[in-house]
T-cell receptor, first 115, second 113 residues
Framework: EAGVAQSPRYKIIEKRQSVAFWCNPISGHATLYWYQQILGQGPKLLIQFQNNGVVDDSQLPKDRFSAERLKGVDSTLKIQPAKLEDSAVYLC?????????????FGPGTRLTVL | AQSVTQLDSHVSVSEGTPVLLRCNYSSSYSPSLFWYVQHPNKGLQLLLKYTSAATLVKGINGFEAEFKKSETSFHLTKPSAHMSDAAEYFCVVRTSGTYKYIFGTGTRLKVLA
Protein backbone atom coordinates (compact mmCIF):
# COMPACT_ATOMS: atom_id res chain seq x y z
CA GLU A 1 0.00 0.00 0.00
CA ALA A 2 1.47 3.35 -1.01
CA GLY A 3 1.84 5.85 1.79
CA VAL A 4 1.03 9.53 2.00
CA ALA A 5 3.01 11.47 -0.60
CA GLN A 6 4.18 15.04 -0.17
CA SER A 7 6.15 17.43 -2.33
CA PRO A 8 8.43 19.19 -2.34
CA ARG A 9 10.50 17.71 0.49
CA TYR A 10 12.42 20.93 1.05
CA LYS A 11 11.75 24.55 0.21
CA ILE A 12 13.70 27.72 0.92
CA ILE A 13 12.08 31.09 0.28
CA GLU A 14 12.48 34.67 1.39
CA LYS A 15 9.96 36.37 3.62
CA ARG A 16 6.96 37.86 1.86
CA GLN A 17 7.21 35.27 -0.92
CA SER A 18 4.51 32.69 -1.48
CA VAL A 19 4.83 28.91 -1.37
CA ALA A 20 2.61 25.89 -1.95
CA PHE A 21 2.80 22.33 -0.70
CA TRP A 22 1.10 19.30 -2.19
CA CYS A 23 -0.21 16.16 -0.54
CA ASN A 24 -1.64 12.95 -1.96
CA PRO A 25 -3.25 10.79 0.74
CA ILE A 26 -3.51 7.03 0.88
CA SER A 27 -6.03 5.80 -1.65
CA GLY A 28 -9.54 5.64 -0.21
CA HIS A 29 -8.82 7.79 2.83
CA ALA A 30 -11.62 10.29 3.28
CA THR A 31 -9.96 12.44 5.90
CA LEU A 32 -6.89 14.58 5.29
CA TYR A 33 -4.96 16.69 7.77
CA TRP A 34 -2.28 19.36 7.53
CA TYR A 35 0.01 19.89 10.52
CA GLN A 36 2.73 22.41 11.27
CA GLN A 37 5.71 21.14 13.26
CA ILE A 38 8.04 23.85 14.54
CA LEU A 39 11.49 22.69 15.58
CA GLY A 40 11.43 21.23 19.07
CA GLN A 41 7.65 21.02 19.25
CA GLY A 42 4.99 18.47 18.51
CA PRO A 43 2.88 18.79 15.38
CA LYS A 44 -0.04 21.22 15.53
CA LEU A 45 -3.16 20.68 13.44
CA LEU A 46 -3.76 23.45 10.91
CA ILE A 47 -6.73 22.12 8.96
CA GLN A 48 -8.73 18.94 8.56
CA PHE A 49 -10.78 17.88 5.53
CA GLN A 50 -13.48 15.24 5.33
CA ASN A 51 -13.67 14.46 1.60
CA ASN A 52 -13.61 17.99 0.10
CA GLY A 53 -15.19 19.77 3.06
CA VAL A 54 -13.39 21.52 5.90
CA VAL A 55 -14.04 19.93 9.32
CA ASP A 56 -11.72 22.08 11.42
CA ASP A 57 -9.56 25.07 10.49
CA SER A 58 -9.62 26.82 13.84
CA GLN A 59 -5.81 26.98 14.08
CA LEU A 60 -5.16 28.01 10.49
CA PRO A 61 -3.85 31.61 10.19
CA LYS A 62 -6.36 32.52 7.55
CA ASP A 63 -4.84 35.87 6.73
CA ARG A 64 -1.89 34.11 5.09
CA PHE A 65 -2.61 30.38 4.93
CA SER A 66 -5.09 28.67 2.66
CA ALA A 67 -5.79 25.05 1.79
CA GLU A 68 -8.02 23.22 -0.60
CA ARG A 69 -9.02 19.69 -1.48
CA LEU A 70 -11.18 20.30 -4.50
CA LYS A 71 -11.86 16.74 -5.65
CA GLY A 72 -11.67 15.11 -2.26
CA VAL A 73 -8.36 13.44 -3.01
CA ASP A 74 -5.12 15.43 -3.08
CA SER A 75 -4.68 18.74 -1.35
CA THR A 76 -2.57 21.88 -1.49
CA LEU A 77 -1.55 24.17 1.35
CA LYS A 78 -0.47 27.70 0.47
CA ILE A 79 1.27 30.44 2.42
CA GLN A 80 1.12 33.98 1.09
CA PRO A 81 3.03 36.00 2.17
CA ALA A 82 5.44 33.93 4.23
CA LYS A 83 6.90 35.14 7.51
CA LEU A 84 10.06 34.05 9.30
CA GLU A 85 7.99 32.26 11.94
CA ASP A 86 6.48 30.01 9.26
CA SER A 87 9.75 28.07 9.11
CA ALA A 88 8.70 24.55 10.06
CA VAL A 89 7.97 21.09 8.74
CA TYR A 90 4.53 20.80 7.19
CA LEU A 91 3.09 17.34 7.61
CA CYS A 92 0.19 15.84 5.77
CA UNK A 93 -1.72 12.88 7.20
CA UNK A 94 -4.73 10.86 6.16
CA UNK A 95 -7.16 8.39 7.70
CA UNK A 96 -10.15 6.35 6.59
CA UNK A 97 -12.57 8.47 8.56
CA UNK A 98 -12.88 10.64 11.64
CA UNK A 99 -13.58 7.70 13.94
CA UNK A 100 -11.94 8.24 17.30
CA UNK A 101 -10.02 5.01 16.95
CA UNK A 102 -8.92 5.66 13.41
CA UNK A 103 -5.20 5.81 12.81
CA UNK A 104 -3.64 8.75 11.04
CA UNK A 105 -0.87 7.95 8.57
CA PHE A 106 1.72 10.64 8.01
CA GLY A 107 3.73 11.67 5.01
CA PRO A 108 7.45 12.53 5.17
CA GLY A 109 6.75 16.26 5.42
CA THR A 110 7.95 19.39 3.67
CA ARG A 111 10.67 21.34 5.45
CA LEU A 112 10.16 25.06 4.84
CA THR A 113 12.87 27.61 5.59
CA VAL A 114 11.93 31.27 5.38
CA LEU A 115 14.90 33.65 5.18
CA ALA B 1 -9.73 20.49 27.47
CA GLN B 2 -7.49 17.60 26.65
CA SER B 3 -3.72 17.81 26.80
CA VAL B 4 -0.70 15.57 26.98
CA THR B 5 2.57 16.02 28.86
CA GLN B 6 5.75 14.18 28.04
CA LEU B 7 7.78 14.38 31.19
CA ASP B 8 11.24 14.07 29.64
CA SER B 9 12.49 15.98 26.63
CA HIS B 10 15.59 13.77 26.35
CA VAL B 11 16.28 10.22 27.49
CA SER B 12 19.59 8.37 27.12
CA VAL B 13 19.96 4.64 27.61
CA SER B 14 22.65 2.11 26.84
CA GLU B 15 22.01 -0.48 24.17
CA GLY B 16 20.41 -3.56 25.68
CA THR B 17 18.94 -1.75 28.70
CA PRO B 18 15.25 -0.98 29.26
CA VAL B 19 13.53 2.08 27.83
CA LEU B 20 10.90 4.13 29.67
CA LEU B 21 9.32 7.19 28.05
CA ARG B 22 6.75 8.88 30.23
CA CYS B 23 3.45 10.42 29.19
CA ASN B 24 0.60 11.88 31.22
CA TYR B 25 -2.67 13.02 29.71
CA SER B 26 -5.59 15.18 30.68
CA SER B 27 -8.99 14.40 29.26
CA SER B 28 -12.57 14.90 30.33
CA TYR B 29 -13.75 11.74 28.66
CA SER B 30 -12.38 8.37 27.67
CA PRO B 31 -9.39 9.09 25.50
CA SER B 32 -7.72 7.29 22.67
CA LEU B 33 -3.96 7.36 23.15
CA PHE B 34 -1.19 6.82 20.65
CA TRP B 35 2.58 6.69 20.51
CA TYR B 36 4.30 7.74 17.30
CA VAL B 37 7.99 7.60 16.43
CA GLN B 38 9.79 10.01 14.13
CA HIS B 39 13.21 9.13 12.74
CA PRO B 40 15.29 11.96 11.27
CA ASN B 41 13.90 13.17 7.96
CA LYS B 42 11.18 10.55 8.09
CA GLY B 43 7.45 10.73 8.62
CA LEU B 44 5.70 9.87 11.86
CA GLN B 45 5.11 6.16 12.28
CA LEU B 46 2.50 4.67 14.59
CA LEU B 47 4.01 2.48 17.32
CA LEU B 48 0.84 1.55 19.15
CA LYS B 49 -2.59 2.79 20.17
CA TYR B 50 -5.00 2.40 23.07
CA THR B 51 -8.72 2.56 22.32
CA SER B 52 -10.44 1.34 25.51
CA ALA B 53 -9.76 -2.34 25.01
CA ALA B 54 -6.89 -4.03 26.88
CA THR B 55 -4.94 -1.64 29.09
CA LEU B 56 -1.60 -3.18 28.13
CA VAL B 57 -0.98 -2.44 24.49
CA LYS B 58 1.70 -4.09 22.41
CA GLY B 59 3.14 -2.32 19.43
CA ILE B 60 5.76 -2.74 16.78
CA ASN B 61 9.48 -3.29 17.35
CA GLY B 62 8.99 -4.67 20.87
CA PHE B 63 7.41 -1.56 22.37
CA GLU B 64 4.45 -1.63 24.69
CA ALA B 65 2.47 0.84 26.78
CA GLU B 66 0.13 0.55 29.72
CA PHE B 67 -2.95 2.72 30.15
CA LYS B 68 -3.42 3.64 33.82
CA LYS B 69 -6.59 5.63 34.32
CA SER B 70 -5.97 6.28 38.01
CA GLU B 71 -2.61 7.84 37.21
CA THR B 72 -3.69 9.36 33.85
CA SER B 73 -0.56 7.88 32.36
CA PHE B 74 0.39 6.03 29.20
CA HIS B 75 4.10 5.30 29.52
CA LEU B 76 6.01 3.64 26.69
CA THR B 77 8.45 0.84 27.49
CA LYS B 78 10.78 -1.58 25.80
CA PRO B 79 12.76 -4.30 27.60
CA SER B 80 15.96 -3.88 25.61
CA ALA B 81 16.99 -0.84 23.59
CA HIS B 82 18.49 -1.17 20.14
CA MET B 83 20.55 1.42 18.31
CA SER B 84 17.81 1.73 15.71
CA ASP B 85 15.40 2.95 18.42
CA ALA B 86 17.15 6.32 18.54
CA ALA B 87 14.48 8.78 17.42
CA GLU B 88 11.88 11.28 18.60
CA TYR B 89 8.79 9.82 20.27
CA PHE B 90 5.43 11.56 20.53
CA CYS B 91 2.55 10.75 22.83
CA VAL B 92 -0.83 11.72 21.38
CA VAL B 93 -4.30 12.00 22.92
CA ARG B 94 -7.63 12.10 21.16
CA THR B 95 -10.75 12.54 23.23
CA SER B 96 -14.01 10.84 22.47
CA GLY B 97 -16.20 13.06 20.37
CA THR B 98 -13.43 15.20 18.90
CA TYR B 99 -11.45 14.86 15.73
CA LYS B 100 -8.21 16.32 16.97
CA TYR B 101 -4.93 14.70 17.77
CA ILE B 102 -3.16 16.59 20.54
CA PHE B 103 0.57 15.93 20.43
CA GLY B 104 3.03 16.10 23.27
CA THR B 105 6.25 18.02 22.82
CA GLY B 106 8.23 14.86 22.17
CA THR B 107 10.98 12.86 23.85
CA ARG B 108 14.26 12.38 22.05
CA LEU B 109 15.67 8.94 22.76
CA LYS B 110 19.41 8.46 22.50
CA VAL B 111 20.86 4.95 22.57
CA LEU B 112 24.48 4.63 23.60
CA ALA B 113 26.69 1.82 22.32
Amino acid sequence: EAGVAQSPRYKIIEKRQSVAFWCNPISGHATLYWYQQILGQGPKLLIQFQNNGVVDDSQLPKDRFSAERLKGVDSTLKIQPAKLEDSAVYLCASSWSTSETDTQYFGPGTRLTVL
Amino acid sequence: AQSVTQLDSHVSVSEGTPVLLRCNYSSSYSPSLFWYVQHPNKGLQLLLKYTSAATLVKGINGFEAEFKKSETSFHLTKPSAHMSDAAEYFCVVRTSGTYKYIFGTGTRLKVLA
